[in-house]
């Protein structure tokens, strides 16, 4: 697997929890990195961002203030901590790692960690 996430587990609400983005086997440090999150029936969608010095960082407004987002290239990952938890919160988070060189879209997926945020 190139990407793996860890991390994920039974969260109280109001509580916190970091996920670990590690990859494997690419130019780590050459990639956008991004989280995704399903929650249960609805679509997979984006929830924040990195680029690749970590200069440029974005969140979805849903989790703006309580979503954070990292990276250490050096050792090939990236890191979201989430505060502040709510049952909303409850999702599979994914990580996601592209990069467009000379027009050609590369892109690897984990697959996923799951977060439950329940009393």
């Known amino acids: 697997d190139h990407i793996v996430e860890s991390g994920g587990g039974f969260v109280q609400p109001g509580g916190s929890v970091a996920l670990t983005c590690t990859a494997s086997?690419?130019?780590?440090?050459?990639?956008?990195i991004q989280w995704h999150r399903q929650r249960p029936g609805k679509e997979r969608e984006l929830v924040a961002g990195?680029?690749?010095?970590?200069?440029?960082?974005g969140f979805v407004d849903a989790v703006k203030g309580r979503f954070n987002i990292s990276r250490e290239n050096s050792k090939n990952t990236v890191y979201l901590q989430i505060h502040r938890l709510i049952p909303e919160d409850t999702a599979v988070y994914y990580c996601r790692a592209h990069v467009v060189i000379q027009g050609i879209r590369t892109e690897y997926w984990g697959k996923g960690t799951l977060v439950t945020v329940s009393a």
């Open positions: 990195i680029n690749q010095d970590s200069r440029s960082i």
């Open positions: 086997g690419f130019n780590f440090s050459a990639y956008h």
